[in-house]
Nanobody, 124 residues
């Protein structure tokens, strides 16, 4: 069982930056691949980024590539999402998720545990 708690969301102007954090409970954090997803009002939840258990492999959605960076600190049981050059279309609730399988998944169904989400709002 893993409990995930996101933080760091807020309201920023376009072009600004935010750093999201996701703190995980339990002593087996390093055995989970981690992902970030987002969901805007009226839209489906979409993949943003993922990181492997060791942090050696990352993958990004085309819409955020070059602007967002996912990282993790297994000693702190935390995964991060650094978001730069933010755009109004990045506005959404951002969720972190933990994947117990060995395959990295871009699909929400591939994840076993989810946080409650944190709101990110980008003003134009």
């Amino acid at each position: 069982q893993v409990q995930l708690v996101e933080s760091g969301g807020g309201l920023v102007q376009a072009g600004g930056s935010l750093r999201l954090s996701c703190a995980a409970s339990g002593r087996t954090f390093s055995s989970y691949g981690m992902g970030w997803f987002r969901q805007a009002p009226g839209k489906e939840r979409e993949f943003v980024a993922l990181i492997s258990r060791s942090g050696g492999y990352t993958l990004y959605a085309d819409s955020v590539k070059g602007r967002f960076t996912i990282s993790r600190d297994n000693a702190k049981n935390t995964v991060y999402l650094q978001m730069n050059s933010l755009k109004p279309e990045d506005t959404a609730v951002y969720y972190c998720a933990a994947d117990a399988s060995v395959t990295a998944s871009k699909r929400p169904s591939g994840y076993d545990y989810w946080g409650q989400g944190t709101q990110v709002t980008i003003s134009s």
